[in-house]
């Protein structure tokens, strides 16, 4: 009789313990609901595209959030894929969110929007194939970070584009200072709530900084396989550039680092010495009177495009909003009314930018649609 109950008792241990891993696939709802998912643009370049998700361990820096850890960050490489005799579909096609970033960041979101849980598919499935085997070739690298408050996912079409026009582009999430991080592939997910130090804004951008620094200088290391395609002669940043002159004057300085795009929607124009700079979504260079006329500066102006606007939150969340019109007072607060326009205008900016100033390619103008201003000092 005892042992009967232990072998009973350990079965269902085992059971749990396997309830606990392999998770049901988030949106596999057939049968009783009708889950929505949102699509991303698919990339117009001439590349198929691989992700791969990396983990970095910074063990030289602690985090100010929680100073008996040493710095984590996560990353998404996308980059030009080819799968040479095997068929790309061997690979599964990556989805927006990983399981357990969705679990908890989902929730919140959905009563923000005014959804009920499992009306959204958060984890719709991109464009990008997970472990396919790099491009042959030799491609320069972008690096993103999304500002405060917003995830690496949700530079995830942009990062699709680029990678399809012939770039290696890296993704960071910032823990504690994104809404949620999954440190795959562990099953820990760091929210702001997990701290256990407070962090004033200037010593995040400070950390921010230094976590961009230490990406740049691991680009050789991040991956046996697409290390082997960087051109690491030729590195542009993009996202979150810095706060401010100082900041974004260090970045610059950082190895390779030969062009900066600035999408946080609050940088004004500075002096970065000869690595051209390129703004969208802050004031026109025309009201920094102050500001040194040397190297290329341009910034691009979308009136009426908040911050989300201008990452994949713009095309995602329109159509949250088109299939469940009670979240559209939401949405339009989130994305504003020409959310369309201004991911348009990211997606062609920023390729036109870095195939000029980072692949070298011919000097073209910067074209927008009406709506959109740009003004542009070169040298």
């Not at 799968?83 to 990556?94: I, M, T």
């Not at 940088?267 to 920094?288: F, K, M, N, Q, Y």
């Amino acid at each position: 009789m005892r042992r009967r109950q232990l072998t009973s008792a350990l079965v269902g241990l085992l059971l749990a313990g396997t309830a606990m891993v392999v998770l049901p696939r988030y949106g596999d709802t057939e049968g009783w609901r009708a889950t929505f998912s949102p699509s991303l643009p698919a990339p117009t370049g001439s590349h198929d595209v691989g992700v791969r998700r990396m983990r970095l361990v910074d063990q030289d820096r602690r985090d100010p959030w929680r100073p008996d850890s040493d710095r984590m960050l996560m990353l998404d490489v996308h980059y030009p894929a080819d799968a040479g005799s095997r068929p790309l579909a061997h690979y599964a096609v990556a989805s927006a969110l990983t399981e357990f970033g969705r679990l908890a960041w989902a929730p919140g979101e959905e009563r923000r929007l005014g959804l009920l849980p499992d009306e959204v598919n958060w984890m719709f499935r991109t464009h990008s194939h997970e472990w396919a085997p790099p491009a042959t070739g030799s491609f320069p690298v972008l690096v993103g970070s999304p500002p405060p408050g917003v995830m690496r996912s949700a530079y995830t079409g942009i990062a699709e584009e680029l990678a399809s026009r012939g770039y290696v582009v890296v993704t960071v999430d910032h823990p504690f200072d994104a809404p949620v991080v999954d440190l795959y592939p562990t099953r820990r997910v760091i929210e702001p709530t997990d701290a256990v130090a407070t962090v004033g804004r200037v010593e995040a951008d400070t950390t921010r900084v230094a976590d961009l620094e230490y990406v740049t200088r691991k680009l050789s290391g991040l991956d046996r396989q697409v290390s082997r395609v960087l051109d690491l002669r030729r590195v542009g940043l993009f996202g979150w550039t810095g706060a401010n002159a100082a900041q974004r004057a260090h970045l610059t300085g950082l190895p390779g680092v030969s062009a900066i795009a600035d999408l946080s929607g609050t940088a004004e124009v500075a002096d970065t010495g000869r690595v051209p700079l390129l703004i969208i979504g802050g004031s026109p260079i025309g009201t920094h009177r102050d500001l040194p006329r040397s190297g290329w500066r341009a910034t691009v102006t979308i009136p009426g495009a908040p911050l989300r606007s201008l990452t994949d939150d713009g095309v995602t969340l329109a159509q949250i909003a088109q299939r469940y019109p009670r979240a559209e007072p939401v949405v339009r607060r989130d994305i504003g009314e020409v959310h369309a326009l201004a991911y348009r205008t990211v997606r062609r900016t920023l390729a036109s930018f870095f195939d000029q100033h980072v692949n070298g390619a011919t000097a073209d103008a910067i074209v927008v649609e009406s709506g959109v201003t740009v003004d542009l000092v070169a040298p």
